[in-house]
């Protein structure tokens, strides 16, 4: 089985609701996931997938669009900024999620959070250093 981490889109809003329901009471709405993702200058979040199958490696071009802090997170494998698909052309299904605000040179980490039949695995680890 691997892990791996990549950016999340408004396309994983819906699945990271689903982990978010198993993990908190009270769940962001879709509309504040939107409007985050789309501040980019500000907000930055990962999705952390699982697979069966090895992953293809980032392309350098979206590796440098993701700088340095991401590209050197060399325990997780980087995909294609298009969803990664299994043979059936579904994504790899999101079990982990987390996200910061950048405020000058200062992270916050907003939320972080991993599907309970994963955790102890590292993956909250790997979201982390991500
Ligand atoms: C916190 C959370 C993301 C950790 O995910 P995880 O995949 O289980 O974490 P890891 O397997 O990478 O564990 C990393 C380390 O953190 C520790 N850890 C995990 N959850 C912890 C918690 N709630 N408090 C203190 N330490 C914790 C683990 O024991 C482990 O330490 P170790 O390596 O010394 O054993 C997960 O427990 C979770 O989703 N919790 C519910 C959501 C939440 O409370 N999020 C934080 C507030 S936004």
Redesign the pocket.
């Known amino acids: 089985m691997y892990y791996y981490l990549e950016p999340m889109t408004e396309a994983d809003i819906e699945p990271v609701q689903q982990v978010e329901l198993a993990?908190?009471k009270t769940p962001w709405s879709a509309s504040t996931y939107r409007r985050e993702l789309r501040n980019r200058d500000i907000h930055r979040y990962l999705v952390a997938r699982t697979s069966h199958a090895l992953p293809p490696s980032r392309p350098p071009e979206s590796l440098q669009r993701w700088g340095r802090l991401i590209s050197s997170l060399i325990v997780g494998f980087f995909l294609d900024e298009q969803q990664t698909v299994d043979a059936t052309n579904r994504p790899d299904p999101i079990i982990?999620y987390?996200g910061l605000s950048l405020v000058i040179d200062e992270g916050h980490?907003?939320?972080?959070?991993?599907?309970?039949l994963?955790?102890?695995?590292?993956?909250?680890?790997?979201?982390?250093n991500g």
């Open positions: 993990c908190f982990g987390g980490i907003t939320m972080i959070a991993v599907e309970p994963y955790r102890g695995a590292g993956i909250g680890e790997l979201l982390l």
